[in-house]
């Protein structure tokens, strides 16, 4: 598994599940950066998926094969929130955090809406597998859902219901 992304001056890669490095200068190899001691990682702390928290693309979320999610602030070099996945069945499919809020989809179809600061949560159902779940970047309250098994779906987070579910036409 390979990610890359882009922010201003600073390129991300991820060349293996628990392998995760930054270059904040790229005109200068060395001063590529390790997220986390490989020393200190354990088996099944491998990275599923991740996502920018804030416009200023400072802080990212990641989530792991062990089912935690964790926020990284790259202002202080560290990870600053750790959590544990309680909801749901299977692998951690996605994760997606605004402001406070974080956003978490496992591959049963459980989503979990919570607050970093705060006791509210609730879950969703996406009604069967899921494999993908997107945030609108154009408006937070709404996300996509979606698998081979499970048609597109579309839910406000403020209503907490679905607004759109496609059919599968043939």
Avoid at 44 to 54: A, E, P
Wanted: proline share 3%; aromatic share 10%; net charge positive.
């Amino acid at each position: 598994v390979s990610f890359r992304f882009i922010r201003q001056n600073v390129t991300f890669f991820k060349f293996s599940l628990s392998d995760f490095k930054y270059n904040s200068n790229p005109k200068k190899k060395q001063h590529i950066k390790q997220l986390q001691n490989i020393k200190e990682l354990t088996k099944g702390q491998g990275i599923t998926c991740m996502n920018w928290i804030d416009k200023e693309q400072t802080k990212f979320i990641v989530g792991r094969q062990n089912r935690t999610v964790q926020t990284y602030d790259l202002l202080s070099e560290e990870f600053t929130d750790t959590r544990d996945i309680d909801f749901g069945e299977g692998k951690l499919q996605s994760v997606s955090a605004f402001g406070e809020t974080i956003i978490g989809a496992v591959e049963s179809g459980i989503i979990k809406v919570w607050k970093s600061d705060s006791p509210e949560e609730f879950l969703l159902d996406a009604g069967g597998p899921i494999e993908k779940m997107k945030r609108c970047p154009y408006d937070t309250s709404i996300i996509a859902t979606g698998g081979k098994e499970n048609d597109l779906k579309l839910w406000d987070l403020e209503k907490k219901e679905t607004i759109f579910h496609a059919k599968n036409v043939p």
